[in-house]
């Protein structure tokens, strides 16, 4: 998967605030209990949640990635579940609490399938769990055209334009490595956050909080009994 040959420099990209934020929210609308990290990367918020007492379990579709979460939580004396999840296949398990943090719903290709999505996490969640999730505005994704970036630390070209869909980017990314260099691309695509809220509803969730930041907003909402 694409995401493999980011892992050793995946945290370099992390927005510390928006980190937090989701932190703000766990301590202020869950309590201890079973969480579904999907899209974990290398497993910051699962880590922390982990040593809160929860019980942990970090999904992503990149291998790598998850090596580096059982590896940090193994140096931590952790346990957490690790394993390889696609958001569009249904869950197995009830979890107080879901999160999908750091653009994961913009990897999905379109709005039926953000709606599937949320249909297998409100499917997934206990009565009365939380579910904290964030989309990059349009306006954020269309001021990527353009955007490049050479990386001397770790060896990398990014390099970002518009797709074909509307709100949509590539990202180029050529990762230089003696052993194996690459050439990834991502594709990451968004819409009007009033969008997101119709799905929201129809699929029954409540929306219970959310908060707008500069490229994104976040969102916390309820399986109501």
């Known amino acids: 998967m694409e995401y493999d040959y980011l892992a050793n420099f995946y945290d370099a990209f992390i927005d510390e605030e928006v980190y937090e934020q989701y932190l703000d929210y766990i301590s202020k609308y869950s309590t201890t209990g079973s969480v579904l990290d999907i899209g974990c990367g290398t497993g910051n918020l699962s880590i922390q949640l982990a040593r809160l007492g929860n019980d942990v379990v970090a999904t992503d579709l990149s291998e790598n990635m998850l090596y580096i979460v059982s590896q940090r939580a ?3 004396g952790l346990d957490i579940e690790v394993g390889v999840y696609d958001l569009l296949d249904p869950i197995d398990y009830d979890f107080d609490l879901i999160i999908a943090s750091m653009d994961v719903i913009n990897h999905l290709s379109d709005l039926e399938d ?12 206990k009565d009365n769990g939380i579910f904290i999730f964030d989309i990059l505005s349009v306006e954020f994704i269309d001021a990527f055209d353009g955007y490049e970036e050479i990386d001397e630390e770790f060896n990398f070209h990014w390099k970002s334009k518009k797709g074909d869909k509307p709100h949509s980017i590539i990202h180029t990314i050529k990762v230089e490595n003696e052993e194996n260099p690459q050439e990834i691309h991502i594709h990451e695509q968004t819409h009007e956050y009033l969008e997101y809220e119709k799905i929201i ?24 009994k």
């Open 74 to 76: 193994e140096n931590e």
């Open 114 to 125: 953000v709606e599937f999505g949320f249909t297998n996490i409100y499917n997934s969640l």
């Open 201 to 224: 509803e129809k699929v029954g969730f409540k929306l219970i909080d959310s908060k707008t930041l500069p490229e994104r907003k976040i969102y916390v909402v309820q399986k109501a």
